[in-house]
């Protein structure tokens, strides 16, 4: 290839280069949507956002206001695992977003516990995901005739500072071996490949 490559015109060594750069930037975006691991959600109305996600979830029709879903059942229809992202806007406030946050979580938490049958808060904290600002809060359920499941909410905003648009990450499993309390989900289960690579933004 050398000699046909110093024979070559400039104009053609350009074109060559542009095809190569071409072939690279494909296959830089295969890898990007189409991982070996799993697959890529992205949402580009209102709040800007994308992450991963393993073969294991499916994503299902987002309920009424929720920017997306995705869940696993097994094979009686029976759901084990979910990881919703629904839109967030805070009130009007003053200071840093540290300071938002927990007062707008705790009235959130008041409403989940009214409609959440056992509803049994576990722990709340501040949080970063990817340097994004946020608070989190995790918690057990018990609905009348139905299995326990196990949950974690993390409220994310893009910027610590005027930002008051952004999401509400809400997750839950059935317990296992793996998550056998509140504070695993999300840490180590399947659900932490969304959570951990939850991007603001393309």
């Keep these: ?11 053609a060594r350009r074109r060559l280069l542009a095809a190569v750069a071409i072939l690279v930037l494909a296959a830089a975006a295969l890898v990007v949507l189409y991982p070996r ?17 393993p073969r294991t979830l499916h994503r ?14 097994d094979a009686a ?12 806007r805070l009130p ?6 540290s300071g938002a946050l927990p007062v707008y ?7 989940l516990a009214a409609r959440t049958p056992g509803f049994l808060l576990q722990s709340e904290t501040k949080t970063r995901v990817n340097l ?13 005739g139905a299995r326990p499941m196990l949950g974690r909410v993390v409220m994310l905003v893009p910027a610590l500072s005027g930002a008051r648009d952004g999401v509400v990450l809400s997750m839950g499993t059935v317990p296992s071996a793996l998550v056998p309390g509140p ?10 490949v969304p959570l951990r690579s939850f991007r603001f933004g393309t």
């Design 183 to 192: 504070d695993q989900v999300a840490a180590n289960d399947v659900l932490q």
């Design 132 to 144: 994004n600002p946020g608070y989190t809060f995790t918690y057990a359920a018990a609905p009348s």
């Design 77 to 88: 229809g029976r759901l084990l695992r979910w990881f919703e992202i629904d839109p967030l």
């Design 37 to 53: 691991d799993g697959w890529v959600l992205y949402h580009g109305r209102a709040v800007t956002f994308n992450l991963r996600y």
């Design 92 to 97: 009007a406030f003053r200071g840093e977003i």
């Design 1 to 11: 290839m050398a000699p046909r490559w110093r024979r070559a015109s400039t104009a």
């Design 105 to 111: 979580t705790s009235n959130y938490v008041a409403a």
């Design 60 to 73: 299902v029709a987002a309920p009424p206001g929720a920017y997306a879903r995705i869940e696993q059942r």
